[in-house]
């Protein structure tokens, strides 16, 4: 039978920089780098698994945190379908993220606590990568930003963030924009529940003229979800992992990430829906 010839790939390399160097491949993604911030503190195999779910939740955390951003400029830009686009691929993303905690599905009570000393006061929730998402989403809490009075740049980004608008901030301006009277100020703290601002959503979704803005509510109910079943998963590896002890971080544990996980992100695109 006769047929194109296939090329194999090659297996010797323009030289690049030093001998030893390694593959174009190693140096592109940098991968000496990558593998040597896996620094287990005890010699137990889960905690290579429990860094390796916390790096990779760290990278997509900020991920993430850029579609959210790209997905904030098409608001100010008027662009709806660009910001849907964007909260789109934000939500491959959350997918991921929350497949993430497949990672530690299988860790038990045992192989945490024989590891769990060696995180010492370190918890999570001092992820300032976290902090940037929930302040984005409008999940404020400015004295959180204590955390952080030892590293400069990372207060100052947060300190912005805190008094900027929020992605939803913007999502609720684009809206006044286009003639939903609805508040929209930027606020230093956590969003509430507004019956203006359901109010005009309802108009959104009922009104055929604005369904291009209805998609928009959509893609952000979507992410919103997302964000609950992160949470819901963090929630349920906890309750396997370690029960009601108090975390690393000080809180209650599961009582505290339970609160937490009841509350709904965008609360009017919910309560929205109790008379659609
Ligand atoms: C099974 C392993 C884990 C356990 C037992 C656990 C436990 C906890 C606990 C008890 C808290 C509450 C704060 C505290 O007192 O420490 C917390 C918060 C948090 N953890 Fe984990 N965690 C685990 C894995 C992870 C991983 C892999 C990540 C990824 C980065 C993560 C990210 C977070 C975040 C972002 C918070 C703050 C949540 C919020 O503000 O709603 N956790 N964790």
Excluded: C
Excluded at 82 to 89: C, N, T, Y
């Amino acid at each position: 039978m006769g047929g194109d010839t296939v090329d194999r790939p090659n297996l010797a390399f323009a030289p690049q920089g030093e001998p030893g160097n390694g593959t174009p491949y190693a140096r592109y993604a940098m991968l000496d780098v990558l593998h040597s911030l896996q620094q287990p503190r005890s010699k137990v195999p889960a905690e290579y698994t429990f860094i390796v779910a916390t790096q990779v939740m760290e990278l997509l955390f900020d991920l993430l945190h850029r579609e959210w951003v790209s997905a904030q400029h098409a608001l100010r830009e008027n662009d709806p379908a660009g910001a849907v686009a964007a909260l789109r691929r934000g939500t491959h993303i959350q997918d991921v993220l929350v497949s993430s905690w497949d990672l530690l599905a299988t860790m038990t009570p045992a192989e945490f606590n024989s590891f769990r000393e060696v995180l010492g006061e370190a918890s999570g929730f001092q992820s300032s990568a976290f902090l940037r998402l929930e302040f984005l989403l409008g999940n404020k809490a400015g004295s959180l930003l204590r955390m952080y009075e030892d590293s400069p740049a990372v207060h100052a980004e947060l300190t912005a963030a805190l008094h900027g608008a929020s992605l939803y901030d913007d999502a609720l301006a684009l809206l006044a924009r286009r003639g939903v009277a609805v508040p929209h100020e930027p606020t230093a703290g956590r969003h509430r529940h507004d019956a203006e601002v359901e109010q005009g959503w309802r108009r959104v979704y009922t009104d055929p003229e604005l369904a291009e803005l209805a998609r928009l509510g959509e893609a952000l109910l979507d992410t919103a979800e997302r964000v609950t079943r992160w949470r819901q998963r963090h929630l349920s590896s906890v309750k396997r992992t370690m029960g009601a002890k108090p975390g690393t971080g000080g809180s209650s544990g599961l009582s505290w990430l339970k609160q937490s996980a009841d509350q709904d992100i965008f609360p009017e695109l919910w309560t929205v829906r109790n008379d659609l």
